[in-house]
């Protein structure tokens, strides 16, 4: 394998998969938890808001910030199979709300009245919002848990006559726009991965927004369809969204942009044995609206763990391939934190957001 010109750059992304400390809810049934929690509430507060926060537990609604076919949709509507199927609530609908990398979707979230609501956020999000320089930020909802992180995977028509990472990376670095490549949202994941490749071949971060004909998409559905079409000459996504369209031999993968290769892709090498010092994992989690209250924010990390806990997620979890990431509390909020400031470094390193 050859030596990269251009300084290395490692990934500033990736985190080590953690579990978290589970909330102290064991053996409680969500309605006791509810009914203690109401008789514990202070003088003066609005005994209507908790038994809202009671009642919402009967259902809950579910954002997929993008179009269907993607990571989030995939995991929005896995949610609401797991917690209808193993009873925790008797309605889980998902309303698909794509557009601007999920920030159209926080946009609504942030009007959004009924606190037993929850959106799907990620990687994707952070990046897009400063992309496009959102009004709205993750920063003003209600961060309930983080849930998987997933590898990215490098993909080729099964035609293209780019048979390694080495060889599709030298001919964007030779032929600039002629290239193109397909993904998520603008500033999201994929594209990052785009970026972090060709910083790593030696391309100045400030040509990277001239050299790279990255075409995004609100949805994975499209970016499969540009490719099978050959109408991109490749594409990253989350192995998730691709496995399929891989194991038909319609594509062909390249690389993963994970530390070790993934279950679901196993003869497929991850960049770093492909030469390149990079590594990237998306994960995806929950927001609340902002400003509901602790009893709302109490039990909607109590529905959410107890989703976590049950057979049918571990079930999901192997059957998408998702590293099971699970935080909550004040562990997803430090995490939250560190990765918003990561991202928003890292954008800017590679040349897709203005110092």
Request: charged letters at 15%.
């Amino acid at each position: 394998m050859r030596s990269h010109s251009g300084p290395r750059t490692s990934a500033a992304l990736t985190r080590t998969t953690r579990t978290a400390t589970r909330v102290g809810f064991a053996g409680v049934g969500v309605a006791a938890l509810l009914g203690l929690a109401a008789c514990a509430a202070p003088a003066g507060s609005d005994a209507g808001e908790t038994d809202a926060a009671a009642a919402s537990l009967d259902a809950v609604n579910l954002i997929a910030p993008a179009d269907p076919g993607g990571g989030w949709d995939q995991t929005a509507r896995a949610m609401s199979q797991v917690l209808t199927d193993e009873g925790l609530v008797t309605q889980a609908p998902v309303q698909n709300i794509g557009g601007a990398g999920g920030t159209v979707g926080l946009a609504s979230l942030a009007n959004e009245k009924d606190p037993a609501t929850l959106m799907v956020t990620g990687l994707v999000m952070v990046g897009a919002v400063e992309t496009n320089a959102s009004d709205v930020r993750i920063e003003d909802m209600t961060p309930i848990a983080k849930l998987t992180e997933e590898a990215l995977v490098l993909v080729v028509p099964a035609s293209s006559p780019y048979k390694t990472t080495e060889d599709l990376v030298d001919a964007i670095v030779d032929e600039g726009a002629a290239i193109s490549v397909t993904g998520g949202s603008a500033g999201g994941a994929d594209h990052i991965l785009a970026g972090m490749l060709l910083t790593e071949a030696g391309v100045d971060p400030a040509d990277i927004p001239s050299t790279l004909n990255y075409i995004p998409n609100s949805g994975g559905g499209e970016a499969v369809t540009m490719l099978l079409g050959n109408t991109v000459q490749a594409g990253i996504s989350g192995v998730g969204e691709f496995v399929e369209q891989i194991e038909a031999g319609e594509l062909r993968a390249l690389a993963v942009s994970s530390p070790e290769p993934v279950e679901l892709l196993p003869d497929t090498p991850t960049l770093i044995d492909e030469g390149y010092d990079v590594q990237l994992t998306n994960w995806r989690g929950l927001l609340a609206p902002g400003g509901i209250s602790d009893a709302e924010v109490e039990a909607l990390t109590t529905l959410v763990t107890e989703l976590h806990d049950s057979e049918g997620w571990t079930a999901t979890l192997a059957d998408k391939g998702w590293a099971d990431a699970f935080l909550v509390g004040a562990e997803f909020q430090s995490f939250l934190d560190g990765n918003i400031t990561e991202v928003t470094k890292t954008l800017t390193t590679i040349g897709l957001v203005a110092p």
